[in-house]
């Protein structure tokens, strides 16, 4: 079998048993909706607060439950191989390492995508977001956004897949990783809610773009080593 129906295969079966169990997709819906309650309700206890400051903080506050839910993900990337005892199952199969980093890629970027979606017309009401020109260079700045922090989250799970302490791994290897990603997408966004700026915008998407690339590309370079460990 080819690498990319392995990984369609693979993925599809992680996704039936999310979307079966729905533990992974509840835990991340709620945190991201109860996020935004809970900044918009600290929003309106700020008085005297400029319109750049609160279009700052409002996309500040975007990309903080866009971070904090995707981390929410990564700890369940490899789970079920993990409890399960299964991982070297998985090993065994005759697929190539590349195949499973990529399924668990995708499987991830589904998931977000989903919680995303729902979280995204939350935050628009709550968090009183509002979009200039065109909303499809929004969409690409919070999709590339999203991808380049998937991705590296993806990358966190897979160094952390033999951790004993993954709680206190993910985190610490996983921060570091994407602040230049997640400063560069709040700028992005600003630019297109405050300043209107287009052109940096879409600059700024093409960082978070290569960043997705470069990272991914030498993991599935160094996966057979990484995972093999």
Same mark, same amino acid.
């Given at each position: 079998?080819?690498?990319?129906? =392995? ?6 079966k =992680? ?5 079966? %169990?729905?533990? %992974? ?26 319109l ?17 839910t995707?981390?929410?993900?990564v700890?369940?990337? !490899? ?7 299964? *991982? ?6 005759? $697929? ?9 890629l995708?499987?991830?970027? $589904? ?5 995303e ?9 709550? *968090? ?17 956004g ?9 990358i966190?799970?897979?160094? %952390? ?6 709680? @206190? /791994?993910?985190?610490? @290897? ?11 997408a709040? =700028? ?15 600059s700024? /998407? *093409?960082?978070? !773009?290569?960043? /997705?690339?470069?990272?991914a590309? *030498? ?5 057979? =080593?990484?995972?093999?460990?």
């Open positions: 079998m080819s690498i990319i129906s =392995d990984t369609l295969n693979m993925m599809k =992680d996704l039936v048993l999310e979307f079966r %169990t729905k533990e %992974t997709l509840f835990s991340m819906g709620l945190f991201s909706f109860a996020a935004v309650l809970i900044f918009s309700s600290l929003f309106k206890l700020i008085e005297d607060v400029t750049e400051a609160q279009y700052t903080i409002s996309t500040a506050a975007m990309w903080f439950i866009i971070t904090f995707i981390m929410l993900g700890n369940s990337v !490899f789970s079920r191989e993990t409890q399960k005892n299964s *991982l070297y199952s998985l090993l065994s199969l005759p $697929v190539k390492p590349q195949a499973i980093f990529l399924s668990k995708l499987y991830l970027l $589904v998931i977000v995508g989903v919680v979606f729902f979280a995204f017309i939350v935050a628009i009401i709550f *968090l009183n977001i509002s979009i200039q020109g065109s909303m499809a260079v929004f969409i690409l700045v919070l999709v590339l999203t991808v380049d922090l998937t991705v590296a989250g993806c966190v799970s897979l160094l %952390t897949v033999y951790a004993k302490s993954k709680t @206190l /791994a993910v985190p610490i @290897l996983f921060f570091p990783l994407i602040i230049p990603s997640i400063i560069i709040a =700028d992005a966004t600003k630019n297109l809610t405050f300043y209107y700026d287009p052109m940096a915008a879409l700024n /998407a *093409l960082i978070l !773009f290569l960043h /997705a690339i470069i990272i590309v *030498l993991t599935l370079l160094l996966v057979e =080593d990484l995972i093999s460990e």
